[in-house]
């Protein structure tokens, strides 16, 4: 089964940077997206970006939309999150999270999600 590990959280302050990896190891060859999600304390987990396996991406926060970009290795096995501008509103748990097709018809699996990693912004 694939597993994810992501990287790159990590505190800083309002206006600066971070840039979050998540690298899928395993069976990955039938990749259908790739995505970042993130769960603020007393909030209910939302999406911020995902990859399609066409290579369209589609960033669906809107209030990250112009600050934060996502895109993948050739290989489309690491999925990255470039967070620019980032607001104290950005705090959260990031995951990523990966489907894979199931069948050769285009049925998709269930996500496979990764461990979480903190981003604050102070």
């Known amino acids: 089964h694939v597993q994810l590990v992501e990287s790159g959280g990590g505190s800083v302050q309002a206006g600066g940077a971070l840039r979050l990896s998540c690298a899928a190891f395993?069976?990955?060859?039938?990749?259908?997206?790739m995505g970042w999600f993130r769960q603020a304390p007393g909030k209910e987990r939302e999406g911020v970006a995902t990859?399609?396996?066409?290579?369209?991406?589609?960033v669906c926060a809107d209030s990250v939309k112009g600050r934060f970009t996502i895109s993948t290795d050739s290989a489309k096995k690491t999925v990255y999150l470039q967070m620019n501008s980032l607001k104290s509103g950005d705090t959260a748990l990031y995951y990523c999270?990966?489907?894979?097709?199931?069948?050769?018809?285009?049925?998709?699996?269930?996500?496979?999600w990764g461990q979480g990693t903190q981003v604050t912004v102070s």
């Open positions: 999270a990966t489907v894979y097709y199931i069948d050769t018809v285009g049925t998709e699996g269930p996500p496979t």
């Open positions: 990859f399609y396996s066409d290579g369209t991406s589609y």
């Open positions: 395993g069976p990955t060859d039938s990749l259908a997206s």
